[in-house]
């Protein structure tokens, strides 16, 4: 079980709106104020939520893996990007600089090759599938 009991394999953190009002996706609880990432209530809605801010990064132009992963796990965090790029590229069969789209295909591979990378441990497809079915 990944993130337990955060089941936020994407490991999301928490956004708020111009009134520090948190904005809560769809099976999100509230973040209480001494943790640093979203809480949702299953599994499911924790791969949905990814797929979601998957979404609304491709919307935004993070629509490549070489603009995406520097967004999602910035190196001034301590990640390694350029390995976190080239497991998501081997996990997935994408390339650094292939247009990423808001299919099931695409999001379904990103989500797993995501989770996998935030987690050490590769992801359970029934689920990321039905947080896919979520969206």
């Known amino acids: 079980m990944l993130n337990a009991p955060y ?9 708020y709106d111009a009134n520090h009002i948190e904005l809560l996706f769809k099976g999100q609880l509230p973040t ?14 924790g791969y949905r ?8 990064d491709f919307k935004r132009g993070y629509d490549m893996l070489c603009k995406l992963i520097p967004l999602w796990a910035p190196a001034c965090d ?24 808001d299919d099931s295909v695409d999001l379904i591979k990103l989500a797993c090759a995501i989770s996998r990378q935030e987690n050490g441990l590769e992801a359970i497809l029934e689920d990321v599938v039905a947080g896919f079915h979520l969206l």
């Open 78 to 101: 301590n990640n390694p990007v350029k390995v976190y790029i080239d497991n998501v590229c081997l996990w997935t069969g994408f390339t650094y600089y292939k247009i990423l789209h």
């Open 49 to 56: 939520g990814l797929m979601h801010q998957l979404q609304i």
């Open 32 to 45: 209480p104020v001494n943790v640093d990432y979203r809480l949702f209530v299953d599994i499911k809605y």
């Open 7 to 15: 089941y936020n394999p994407g490991n999301l953190r928490p956004s």
